[in-house]
């Protein structure tokens, strides 16, 4: 049995903000007290998070807290984005708390602080925790800081020490940056758990819509993509602009990326089969295109597009998805990491990916943060993400054996 409940506080007195939010998540949840609180505030609460935590375990009786800073928080019941600058944050803060119960649930909690040797190091420390207190079941959810943070390097750690567990999380945000775990907020390290004992299912968002015709790569160097189906890459994108939909009105508003097919074998593709990264630059003498991510010959290329058009599109089709792989089942509870980058600037509304959420899964104990950066699984591979959705839903019941404990939306993923 699963029971949970979400509440949310904003006030000037960042301990008020968050007592406001764990009872009213405590009250929702009907169980006695919590096993795990996670719990998500913007940076004005920095000063007080030592007492704010506290209030969250009294209120709630959590033996797990945890969670860290972003640039604004959610629960199922709205959206709150930090308006930035030190005189608002010192005055106002807001706290998302998602408070959960539960006689099947498994919970490893971990922190990574520079004690253990935070950075490329961090991963592995992660994952062996992680491991430790599931066994390598379940999923892991990590809320690193972006100082030092190399995402790559983090995943591939969390696989070598915890095996083929899937990864979701997201990278705290604000200023000042921090992360709570139980009593305590640090700077500059790691925190989070795994969690088994419950399929979850996954659903990534990455907020693009493909354009053109996707291509095998067939000539490229580290970063550089030299060569499309044996044609200057730069006219390849040229004639993939010239497919948008609107025109370019669009495409002077919407930002281009690329698109790196994850599994080679799945045709045809389709939104979620990529892996998205930033165009860093073209060469018009020789034609070449640089992306945020090493390619290889034989890869296959897709140019995407991102704006708030495409990206209501993206998560609509990602929570139809969710809604399948869900059945019958209610969702007992759910973490949602946002992007920064998304919100009422992508959106140009508040609320935008909450009332979707609603709308396609009903209302449920729900909470998230607006974070720099994301980490989900795509195609059985954990990746980092950027201006990307994550959703991880756990549902009431599952659908499958006990004994197979892996999400539902694809198979084993490696980093």
């Known amino acids: 049995m699963i029971r949970a409940g979400s509440g949310f506080g904003r006030s000037r007195d960042p301990v008020e903000a968050a007592l406001d939010a764990a009872l009213a998540a405590h009250e929702h949840s009907g169980a006695e007290r919590a096993e795990l609180c996670l719990v998500f505030t913007t940076p004005g609460s920095f000063p007080a998070a030592h007492e704010l935590l506290h209030a969250v375990r009294r209120a709630t009786g959590a033996r797990v807290v945890l969670g860290c800073s972003g640039a604004g928080v959610l629960t199922e019941r709205g959206e709150h984005e930090d308006p930035g600058g030190a005189a608002v944050a010192e005055v106002d803060a807001a706290v998302a708390v998602l408070a959960i119960w539960s ?16 950075g490329s190091t961090a991963g592995v420390v992660a994952g062996a925790r992680a491991f430790e207190g599931t066994g390598g079941a379940g999923l892991v959810l990590a809320l ?84 499309i189906a044996g044609r200057r890459p730069v006219e390849v994108l040229k004639r993939a602009l010239g497919s948008v939909p609107g025109g370019p009105d669009r495409i002077r508003r919407a930002g281009i990326f690329a698109g790196l097919a994850v599994d080679p074998a799945k045709s045809p593709l389709g939104r979620g089969d990529f892996l998205v990264r930033n165009l860093i630059g073209v060469d018009q003498a020789s034609g070449a295109i640089s992306i945020a991510q090493p390619v290889r010959v034989g890869q296959t290329i897709q140019f995407q597009i991102r704006d708030g058009q495409a990206a209501a599109q993206d998560l609509r089709r990602t929570l139809q998805t969710m809604t399948a792989n869900l059945g019958d089942r209610r969702p007992a509870f759910g973490v949602y990491f946002n992007c920064a980058g998304r919100g009422v600037g992508l959106f140009g509304e508040p609320d935008h990916d909450v009332r979707l959420i609603a709308e396609q899964l009903g209302r449920f104990p729900l909470a998230g943060f607006f974070g720099n950066g994301e980490f989900a699984p795509v195609a059985a591979r954990n990746c980092f993400h950027n201006y990307t959705g994550v959703l991880v839903v756990f549902p009431e019941h599952d659908a499958r054996p006990e004994h197979d404990a892996r999400p539902e939306h694809d198979a084993r993923p490696t980093a």
């Open 144 to 227: 690193p800081d972006p100082m030092g943070l190399e995402p790559g390097a983090l995943l591939e750690g969390i696989t070598e020490t915890a095996g083929p567990m899937p990864v979701v999380g997201g990278v705290a945000a604000g200023m000042p940056l921090f992360e709570l775990y139980n009593t305590d907020a640090v700077c500059g390290a790691l925190t989070g758990l795994a969690l088994a004992g419950r399929q979850p299912v996954i659903g990534v968002a990455q907020g693009c819509e493909p354009i053109g015709e996707p291509f095998v790569i067939t000539r490229g160097d580290g970063n550089l993509v030299l060569e």
């Open 103 to 118: 006689d099947e649930l498994q919970v490893a909690p971990f922190l990574v602080d520079e004690t253990d040797g935070v």
